[in-house]
């Protein structure tokens, strides 16, 4: 309960504090291709339910088509506006929508397409037992996903063999250790996180250290090491392909 009045609290004053912000990128978006500055995502939810999530548009109209779903910094469906707004996390501004209408909330693991959970181990499918959100501890540990992927001859791979095993991780890590006082934490480090992302970093090595987390998830966390494939949380084996194993 006291969760829930958080975000609605935060997702109402965000909404009401970005609304000039939210304005201009629409009428930018709009001016740019004349197309709706808004793209209706469909993303999966707690318990596996489908939900549509609002994000201001960023790609080309019907760049769904192209199946890529993991988008790195030069990825071509990228309009000229939609760089900017991706880059400075504007795009993501309407999701306050979905934490106000209770799709989401503002802490949570963040929510993925279909595709990519039907590619989950039975581990990961605990990701899903609660709402996602708009950041945690992952989306503040990654949030130059665009830039890591950036020149990747196969977005989609290589983010199930580098991004995917420790993204995960850190949110089941929130999974079993979310309450209140967290969420603020990872609230305001996402905020400092927009000024200094070193410093949102060693406030994460400091959480993680409270939670006596593993040394490797540490240190990929804290982004100083090389990121090589390694196998999802609940597997051994290295994603080799991101088709679904045909069963019998």
Do not use: H
Not at 6 to 21: E, H, Q, Y
């Amino acid at each position: 309960m006291l969760k829930r009045s958080l975000d609605i609290f935060f997702a109402f004053l965000g909404l009401l504090i970005s609304a000039p912000i939210l304005l201009l990128a629409v009428i930018a978006i709009w001016l740019e291709d004349r197309a709706s500055p808004f793209y209706i995502a469909p993303r999966v939810g707690q318990d596996g339910r489908l939900f549509s999530m609002v994000k201001l548009r960023s790609m080309i109209i019907d760049a769904d088509r192209f199946k890529i779903d993991s988008t790195s910094s030069n990825d071509p469906r990228l309009t000229i506006v939609g760089t900017y707004i991706r880059k400075y996390k504007i795009d993501e501004l309407a999701q306050l929508w979905n934490v106000l209408i209770g799709d989401m909330s503002l802490v949570g693991p963040r929510p993925n397409v279909k595709r990519e959970v039907d590619l989950y181990t039975s581990l990961e499918q605990n990701l899903l037992s609660i709402k996602p959100g708009i950041t945690d501890i992952a989306s503040i540990v990654f949030s130059d996903l665009n830039d890591l992927l950036q020149d990747s001859k196969d977005p989609n791979l290589d983010y199930n063999q580098l991004i995917r095993p420790w993204k995960s991780r850190l949110g089941l890590l929130y999974v079993e250790n979310r309450s209140f006082i967290l969420d603020i934490k990872l609230i305001y480090l996402t905020v400092v996180a927009l000024i200094s992302r070193r410093n949102a970093l060693n406030g994460i090595q400091k959480i993680l250290c409270e939670f006596e987390t593993d040394e490797i998830v540490k240190e990929i966390a804290d982004r100083r090491a090389r990121l090589i494939p390694f196998p999802p949380p609940g597997s051994d084996e290295i994603v080799k392909s991101r088709e679904l194993p045909q069963t019998a």
